[in-house]
């Protein structure tokens, strides 16, 4: 407890210093307390403060360094799978355009080969129909031309006839050589008398005319994955005579209306004529069947049709038109 001290009236002490007992001794007062213990100087809160925002600073750095790593990483990803999820709609996109592609390929391909074949169909039916026409004309100008000929040959038989011929002696005399009467021959004529005195010259030799008009149902001997068919041509034989006609393609039933006539000189050993019809091909050609003829046998002076079956491995037949002309 602090206690006052009052000096009394009279002196410092306000009476006697005598009367009065001496003070006891007091201790000095103690100084108030600091109402600042306890609290940090103002210095080093700033330099706490600005440790704790650099510190915090260099947190928040490195934790949008970390995020922004975060972000990069997490953006390539994305960009990685996005650019494969691209490639892999591209290349399915692709194989669906190529299985696409590949299918209207394959139908232009069944539509071609469809068109091709109906094509040649229609190409084959042509060329029947225009061989058919051919032919029938051929036929029509070849009897116009077997009329005018038979006409001239009547007449060159009917002068020679009529022509006196100068008889040899030892030499019996023979009737002539008659002529057939052919209602098909507007200038066919009744046999002529026979020339008094008139003796007609063995018959050695002559001429052989003949025409080649037409093949039906040869028989194919080609292969090919094209469908093709075979390319015939007919060969003549006569002795040492060859003849050939042109090769018509992809035809079993030809038609020959251009060089297809051919005159053939007959010697005294010649007796069969030889038609050979073949295939031609690039190395050697095939057999498509042959046929021969006595043409000693057939009535002189008078054109005969024939249509004749194909032998020796061959099948169909060969339409021709022969003409014996003997000497």
Do not use: C
């Amino acid at each position: 407890m602090i206690q006052l001290y009052h000096p009394g009236p009279g002196g410092h002490g306000g009476g006697s210093q005598s009367s009065r007992a001496p003070a006891p001794f007091q201790p000095p007062p103690l100084s108030p307390p600091s109402l600042l213990d306890g609290f940090p100087e103002p210095e080093r809160v700033e330099r706490r403060k600005a440790q704790y925002l650099q510190s915090l600073e260099e947190q928040v750095r490195q934790h949008v360094n970390t995020v922004t790593q975060k972000h990069k990483a997490n953006l390539e990803f994305l960009r990685s799978r996005n650019d494969q999820a691209k490639r892999n709609a591209i290349a399915t996109v692709d194989q669906a355009l190529l299985k696409t592609e590949m299918e209207l390929d394959r139908r232009h391909d069944e539509q071609l080969l469809s068109l091709q074949q109906a094509a040649m169909r229609m190409k084959f039916d042509l060329a029947k129909e225009a061989g058919q026409l051919t032919l029938e004309y051929h036929s029509r100008q070849t009897k116009e031309k077997l009329n005018y000929l038979d006409y001239e040959l009547h007449m060159r038989y009917f002068e020679a006839a009529h022509a006196e011929q100068p008889r040899h002696p030892g030499l019996t005399s023979q009737p002539p050589l008659s002529l057939t009467l052919q209602a098909s021959r507007p200038y066919a004529r009744l046999p002529l008398p026979e020339a008094p005195g008139s003796v007609p010259p063995a018959l050695t030799g002559g001429t052989l005319f003949l025409v080649i008009h037409a093949g039906h149902n040869l028989m194919n001997s080609d292969t090919g994955l094209l469908g093709d068919v075979s390319d015939p041509y007919v060969v003549v034989r006569l002795g040492q005579q060859e003849h050939t006609t042109p090769v018509i393609n992809n035809d079993l039933n030809p038609v020959w209306s251009d060089s297809n006539q051919f005159t053939l000189a007959v010697s005294s050993g010649d007796k069969l004529l030889d038609l050979e019809v073949m295939n031609s091909n690039v190395f050697r050609s095939d057999g498509l069947g042959r046929t021969s003829l006595d043409f000693r046998a057939l009535p002189p002076g008078i054109w005969h049709r024939r249509r004749e079956l194909l032998k020796d491995g061959g099948q169909g037949e060969l339409e021709y038109d022969v003409h014996w002309a003997p000497r």
